[in-house]
């Protein structure tokens, strides 16, 4: 979709948003007032964080890629789930960030 394919980053805040409603503790207030999220939208979230850390893991050797990949671990990060950290970045031996600027 448009929101992740842009590289100027007007739609990180919001796809940060949705990682994070992937969360049962984070979506929770938010049903609340809106109702609950369908579960195959929540699972349609998690997969799709987890093919965006994998591919960005291996796209990182530029500072454009690295940039990117900080990007998807927000993602990873506002979705607080353990088990989809263990499974994406497990193997995953080191990380550079290093040159970012």
């Not at 919001?14 to 007032?33: D, K, N, Q, T």
Request: proline letters at 4%; hydrophobic letters at 35%.
């Amino acid at each position: 979709t448009e929101a992740h394919c842009t590289t100027d980053g007007r739609f990180e805040v919001f796809l940060r948003f949705v990682a994070g409603l992937s969360s049962p503790l984070s979506a929770r207030p938010l049903e609340e007032i809106l109702g609950p999220f369908p579960h195959e939208t929540t699972c349609q979230v998690i997969d799709w964080v987890k093919e965006e850390v994998k591919r960005q893991t291996g796209n990182a050797g530029s500072e454009a890629g690295k940039r990117s990949l900080l990007n998807t671990m927000h993602y990873l990060f506002e979705s607080q789930n353990h088990a989809l950290a263990q499974q994406t970045l497990g193997l995953v031996e080191t990380i550079s960030f290093g040159g970012l600027r």
